[in-house]
């Protein structure tokens, strides 16, 4: 069982008013323990760097400490799982982010930390056409990766088009929520939740009574980012919460991906905008999900293996298995999905050529040679 007294005085402190997650990780790493941090001296708090005097006042009133025991009995009381930031279990992918929440609070049995798991976001007017490009990569992706994660947020649009996809393709899936568990919004949604609980998650680092407010929702966006490997924008205008996401993702160095549209649809030109700047992979297929994030599809691997010679080297393996997959690619492709500079592989590339295993054409492609 977790510390109780560490943990109310880490609960305690990310209640207090403009302290946020950052600050408070600071605060614990500098003084040892949220504990120390609320036994600290005023005269002290307000010498470390970034604590003023109204956070330092805070600090030192002791009104948050009712709260936070009153949060833990709750806590205690629904079964919720609680996950402080430096604890190993702690979703690693959040360990990442800079902002990632001093706590997460989480009702059901996902793992945090699969192998792969994907955010997808959009808007929340999804066209008929927006509804099955979801449920068809979702599909998609379910058959060659039954143990993929899918997470949004719960809202109405592409959010709930993607839990109640992975729900129905036997996927887990995990929705982060803009408020605390006392309640669920939208309350239409309440069914869909109660089958998330018992097949994925739903998660906050929002207290129990914190109520389902616009900016609260904007908050959470960075757990959608930071949550996954990539996040992949299905149908979005130019503004509102999946753009955000979006660019959240992209300050994590995380991949984003869109699916483009026709120009002029409104719910396209987020989208669009996203695959023109360059701040997003176009997705028109699961395969594209696929080459973008370098996943071999499942028994492409034992496949392939047969088709190799016994002398190749790790490196002309490699090589092998991403054109064999993709069929045929460029030599650009090949240097970024291998992360390596192009003068790096050329040798590579000419054996496997010489060899008979691929071929060049014009326009520096490589092909798989039937």
């Given at each position: 069982?977790?510390?109780d ?12 008013p ?41 600090l ?14 709750y ?13 190993p ?16 609070y ?33 599909h ?14 719960l ?11 992975a ?31 018992s097949q ?19 908050k959470r966006?960075?757990i ?16 509102g ?5 979006a ?9 984003v ?33 696929f080459?973008?994030?370098n ?20 490196l ?42 691929i ?12």
């Amino acid at each position: 069982m977790k510390n109780d007294k560490e943990l109310i005085y880490t609960i305690a402190l990310g209640m207090v008013p403009s302290v946020g997650d950052i600050n408070a990780k600071k605060l614990i790493s500098h003084l040892g323990s949220a504990t120390a941090v609320f036994k600290e001296p005023y005269h002290s708090l307000i010498k470390i760097p970034g604590i003023g005097k109204k956070m330092a006042s805070y600090l030192c009133s002791g009104e948050f400490m009712k709260k936070a025991g009153e949060e833990l009995d709750y806590i205690r009381k629904h079964n919720i799982d609680i996950k402080r930031f430096d604890e190993p279990d702690y979703p690693e992918r959040l360990k990442e982010c800079p902002d990632s929440p001093l706590l997460i609070y989480i009702k059901g049995n996902a793992s945090l930390n699969e192998n792969k798991i994907i955010s997808i976001v959009g808007t929340r007017n999804i066209t008929r056409k927006g509804k099955d490009i979801c449920n068809s990569l979702i599909h998609d992706l379910a058959c060659e990766f039954p143990d993929l994660i899918i997470s949004s947020g719960l809202a109405y649009g592409v959010d709930i088009t993607a839990h109640k996809a992975a729900l129905k393709e036997n996927l887990k899936t995990v929705a982060v929520l803009g408020h605390g568990f006392s309640t669920i919004y939208p309350s239409v949604h309440l069914a869909i939740a109660k089958q998330i609980m018992s097949q994925g998650a739903l998660i906050t680092d929002f207290p129990s009574f914190e109520a389902p407010e616009r900016n609260n929702f904007l908050k959470r966006n960075r757990i959608i980012a930071g949550i996954s490997d990539a996040t992949l924008v299905i149908e979005s205008g130019r503004k509102g919460g999946a753009m955000i996401t979006a660019d959240i993702a992209l300050s994590y160095n995380r991949e984003v991906m869109a699916v483009p549209g026709s120009p002029g649809t409104p719910y396209s030109e987020g989208c669009n905008l996203l695959i023109k700047s360059n701040r997003a992979a176009l997705i028109e297929s699961a395969n594209d999900i696929f080459y973008t994030l370098n996943w071999l599809k499942s028994g492409s691997e034992n496949k392939q293996r047969k088709l190799f010679p016994e002398d190749l080297s790790p490196l002309e393996d490699k090589i092998f298995e991403l054109i064999y997959e993709f069929g045929e690619l460029s030599a650009d492709q090949i240097s970024n999905s291998m992360e390596k500079p192009l003068h790096q592989l050329s040798s590579a590339l000419l054996k496997l050529e010489f060899s008979g295993y691929i071929e060049s054409i014009p326009g520096n492609i490589y092909r798989r040679k039937n």
